[in-house]
């Protein structure tokens, strides 16, 4: 097949392909002109998946099994009738949320990340925080009420919210509301029952049952925007991802800094190093074999998201985030 890089944009699906004199070249593969938040192939069939976002027709997955030559839509995502949430205030430009959460009706707001598990299992992570899975290789997804339900977000609020209270709150990612969202969905190679998630904002997640049941997974992370910064929820993770080939070794982007864990998330180590420019930032890569070196795309800081000094550059470490080095030759 070659080496080849999907990549997602607001005007459509492209790939990137290596020849054999070893040059670059790139082609667009479909969806032009419109929003793709997240494009992936399934290792398991070659399959290759899109998360769109169009700006009329809204939300939907498509696939392609031919490489990208045609696409068509895929069984599409829907949140069940009763399924609510009660959804934070939207913050104002100074940071402050007034008022308190609602009751709302869940509709499908954005497609955020695919991801999957063994042969015909497909995860999608939707805001306003909803993880659809499908067993049958994506003809049908259905929610996954214990992560729904979780009591960190006010438990089952279908027929009312009574007393229940959220720790789950929003993202500027929801395009003009103000709504939780999974961005990263992690399945664990050497078991496909082990899935962590990553939500924006709450925390990380871990389930060992195949999404029946879930824990926090955030001790050692700090929120420096919080009153109490090691709350066990309220954290904004930016992604989270771990090292193929010992899935032990798990790297995380966050809101507030670089964390590493090397025990399958059990525990979290802050490595930033913001003399070097590493703190704020998203992406995050792992090496397939050597979980200790990762790499970054900093950023400058949450209300200055741009590059730092207008030069952008590659953040490298291979020894678990003790030092870093930048990374600007061809950039």
Not at 19 to 44: E, I, M
Not at 143 to 160: F, N
Not at 262 to 278: E, I, L, N
Request: aromatic letters at 8%; glycine letters at 14%; one cysteine or more.
């Amino acid at each position: 097949m070659g080496e080849r890089i999907l990549v997602g944009t607001r005007k459509g699906t492209f790939v990137i392909e290596r020849g054999a004199a070893g040059a670059f070249s790139t082609r667009l593969a479909g969806h032009a002109g419109q929003g793709v938040n997240y494009v992936v192939r399934d290792p398991s069939s070659d399959t290759l998946w899109a998360a769109l976002g169009h700006g009329h027709w809204g939300a939907k997955l498509s696939r392609s099994e031919d490489g990208g030559a045609t696409w068509r839509d895929a069984s599409q995502i829907r949140y069940p009738e009763d399924a609510r949430y009660l959804a934070p205030p939207m913050p104002d430009e100074s940071g402050d949320a007034p008022g308190g959460t609602t009751l709302k009706d869940a509709t499908l707001l954005k497609l955020w990340v695919i991801a999957f598990g063994a042969p015909g299992e497909v995860h999608v992570g939707t805001i306003p925080g909803g993880l659809f899975s499908s067993r049958d290789g994506g003809e049908s997804f259905e929610l996954c009420r214990a992560l729904w339900d979780h009591e960190s977000r006010g438990g089952d609020v279908s027929k009312g919210a009574g007393d229940a209270t959220t720790h789950w709150f929003g993202t500027p990612a929801s395009e003009g509301e103000f709504a939780p969202g999974i961005h990263s969905i992690v399945v664990d190679p050497r078991d496909s029952k082990r899935i962590l998630i990553a939500i924006s904002t709450a925390g990380v997640l871990e389930s060992t049952d195949g999404g029946a049941s879930w824990r926090s997974r955030t001790k050692g992370m700090i929120n420096d925007y919080l009153p109490d910064p090691t709350a066990e929820w309220g954290h904004d993770p930016h992604y989270v991802t771990i090292c193929r080939g010992n899935a032990d070794h798990v790297w995380q982007q966050n809101h507030a800094g670089v964390f590493y864990s090397d025990d399958g998330a059990a525990t979290w180590r802050h490595v930033s190093k913001p003399d070097v420019g590493v703190k704020f930032g998203f992406p995050v890569a792992v090496d397939d074999v050597d979980g200790k070196t990762a790499w970054l795309v900093p950023g400058k800081a949450d209300m200055q998201r741009t590059t730092i000094d207008g030069a952008l550059f590659v953040a490298r470490t291979s020894d678990g985030g003790q030092s870093w080095e930048q990374l600007r030759s061809g950039l």
